[in-house]
């Protein structure tokens, strides 16, 4: 039980991570996107333009932030793998760069 309690709390880096990546990336996109929209008098974009922005900057957060979601989701379930298969991350970097390294980047 304490096994699983600590990866779950090593797993913490790659929450944050993912947080810090996904929120900013969309937060930033949207923004720059609603002032490119903005009319030429400064009034804001259309319901439907608006609404279209925010699904174009969640897309797109949501495919800058996957590789911390992927992090995230191995250095979760590793304290569930029997020993002889867990890979025993540090941290999220170091989670992430092991994936790329030992699977690729594309797998």
Same mark, same amino acid.
């Given at each position: %039980?304490?096994?699983?309690?600590?990866?779950? $709390?090593?797993? /913490?880096?790659? #929450?944050?991570? !993912?947080?810090?990546?996904? +929120?900013?990336?969309? /937060?930033? &996109?949207?923004?720059?996107?609603?002032?490119?929209?903005?009319?030429?008098? #400064? !009034?804001? *974009?259309?319901? $439907?333009?608006?609404? %279209?922005?925010?699904?174009?900057?969640?897309?797109? #957060?949501? $495919? &800058?932030? +996957? *590789?911390?979601?992927?992090?995230?989701? =191995? %250095?979760?379930?590793? #304290? =569930?793998? *029997?020993?002889? @298969? !867990?890979?025993?991350?540090?941290?999220?970097?170091?989670?992430? +760069? !092991? &994936?790329?390294?030992? @699977?690729? &980047?594309?797998?």
């Amino acid at each position: %039980m304490y096994d699983c309690i600590t990866h779950y $709390f090593l797993s /913490l880096s790659a #929450g944050l991570f !993912r947080q810090a990546t996904y +929120t900013t990336a969309c /937060l930033g &996109i949207y923004q720059t996107l609603f002032e490119h929209f903005k009319t030429s008098d #400064g !009034r804001t *974009p259309l319901f $439907f333009t608006n609404l %279209m922005l925010g699904v174009v900057a969640g897309g797109l #957060g949501s $495919f &800058i932030g +996957t *590789p911390a979601e992927i992090a995230l989701v =191995r %250095m979760t379930l590793d #304290g =569930r793998q *029997p020993l002889s @298969e !867990r890979h025993n991350y540090k941290h999220v970097f170091n989670a992430l +760069t !092991r &994936i790329a390294k030992e @699977e690729g &980047i594309l797998k």
